[in-house]
């Protein structure tokens, strides 16, 4: 994922396999150009002058194809997509060059293996834009647009990466039901029309994995009907006879409550706490997604949130490798607490992606400070924001040095699980960083999104002094 404010600028590697070279082949033939929806379905092109055609003028040939209004062309845009990366496209982009540039952009961001690159390929797709304002899709009345976020949704609410508790996921599982198959329909129809669909399309696919060992002993077939049931259940709960843009609006709704709605995701390691005897750790596969409001560090195998940070909670910065063997690292830098003292946690998030995570924190956080001055009428000065950060509790408006809330420990997947994670707690006693010891003054790091709700550890006098 790019932000609007970067390019991918070239890189030269011994490892490159480019494909660049002359265009000029490309420039006045007319080409058939597929661009993809999420649901693999295709818009059908021929495209003049392809190798030199940007994302802004396929656009309009798009929209006049899918029927959508102008009015809400900012709420799309083209991504390049493959297993190995996925990668949000600028206006001024021209698709066919960085198809060509594929392998390289995918040595430089990947550790993906030389046969897994050669082989790869990527697709160009038309899917929400990770710079389009919650409030702003709220507002949107055409169907056909509502149909392309709803199914982008629940794609990503299907694949895990919405991480969501029973209550929603059944409840989205019903207004699937409700949009795919229709509503007032009589049990049997529904219970044979999901068996026939499968469950995997209307519940999130690692619900129906495993289990442990009871669920073993109760056996497959068991635990489908329990979920059909519970399904039926909260099928019959929806009212019949809607309009047919009101279930749509019902699961974005839904899907705008959790924090990581409409987020660009990247692939990365945390550390694990060290275990056993021997302290031995390793590294967690974790999914990071960045959007408007944050920045949300997600299980790859569990599925639910490990730390979930909006802007003005944090600091950042990336570093890349000194030397062989090292890993490009994307630091985040939060409050937390240890036996009782305030301190601030480092987390090391290792990824080839890291400068692109940095790039599009950084370039959020403009957004968010532009259009909050514009909000309030001010010229650069930004009001503190009032909305209470995601799984925490108590008081953004606060002076600096007062603590916020600490992050809750609840069996929600949406919530943080700050105590699983392998942290570096530090504060600055004036000289060098230390390790839990007072006093510190200031952030680590300078990069930091106004205002600031994250603030530096404040140590009172009775504290040993390191």
């Not at 392998?103 to 030389?114: G, K, N, P």
Request: glycine residues 8%.
């Amino acid at each position: 994922m790019e932000g609007d404010d970067s390019e991918f600028p070239p890189e030269s590697s011994e490892h490159s396999h480019s494909q660049r070279g002359s265009v000029a082949s490309s420039v006045t033939r007319a080409q058939d150009v597929l661009v993809y929806l999420v649901t693999d379905s295709a818009v059908h092109l021929c495209v003049d002058g392809v190798g030199c055609v940007s994302v802004q003028e396929m656009g309009r040939s798009v929209r006049e194809a899918l029927n959508t209004p102008d009015s809400v062309q900012d709420a799309f845009a083209f991504w390049l997509c493959s297993p190995l990366l996925e990668l949000q496209l600028k206006p001024k982009h021209q698709p066919y060059k960085l198809c060509r540039q594929w392998q390289d952009l995918l040595y430089r961001f990947t550790e993906a293996s030389d046969d897994d690159i050669a082989q790869d390929e990527p697709c160009l797709q038309y899917r929400r834009n990770v710079f389009y304002p919650k409030s702003k899709e709220l507002q949107i009345k055409d169907e056909g647009v509502l149909r392309l976020l709803y199914d982008e949704a629940r794609m990503n609410i299907l694949e895990g990466r919405y991480p969501c508790d029973p209550e929603h996921w059944l409840s989205l599982g019903a207004l699937t039901c409700a949009i795919e198959l229709g509503t007032g329909l009589e049990e049997q129809q529904v219970i044979a029309a999901i068996r026939e669909k499968k469950l995997s399309s209307f519940l999130p696919s690692h619900l129906l994995v495993g289990g442990g060992f009871l669920s073993t002993l109760r056996g497959k077939g068991g635990r489908q009907a329990e979920l059909e049931q519970s399904l039926l259940k909260e099928y019959n709960s929806l009212s019949p006879n809607q309009d047919p843009t009101h279930h749509l609006r019902q699961y974005l709704s839904i899907c705008h409550t959790l924090p990581y709605y409409g987020c660009a995701f990247f692939s990365a390691g945390i550390d694990k706490p060290a275990q056993g005897i021997l302290h031995r750790g390793g590294r967690k596969a974790v999914t990071v997604g960045i959007s408007l409001e944050g920045v949300y560090v997600m299980d790859v195998k569990e599925k639910h949130v490990l730390l979930g940070l909006r802007f003005n909670e944090l600091s950042w910065d990336h570093s890349y490798p000194e030397g062989e063997g090292d890993s490009h690292i994307l630091w985040l830098e939060f409050d937390g607490e240890e036996a009782g003292t305030p301190v601030n946690k480092l987390l090391k998030i290792y990824s080839k992606q890291a400068e692109l995570m940095s790039g599009l924190i950084e370039f959020c956080v403009e957004l968010r400070s532009a259009g909050e001055a514009a909000a309030s009428g001010t010229d650069g000065e930004v009001a503190p924001a009032q909305t209470p950060p995601a799984g925490q509790e108590g008081t953004t408006e606060r002076a600096r040095g007062n603590r916020r809330g600490k992050l809750r420990r609840q069996s929600s997947v949406v919530c943080s699980r700050v105590h699983s994670l392998n942290t570096i707690s530090y504060v600055d006693d004036g000289k060098e960083i230390k390790r839990l010891k007072p006093k510190r003054a200031a952030s680590f790091f300078t990069r930091q999104a106004p205002p600031q709700d994250y603030a530096a550890v404040q140590v009172a006098e009775s504290l040993e002094q390191g």
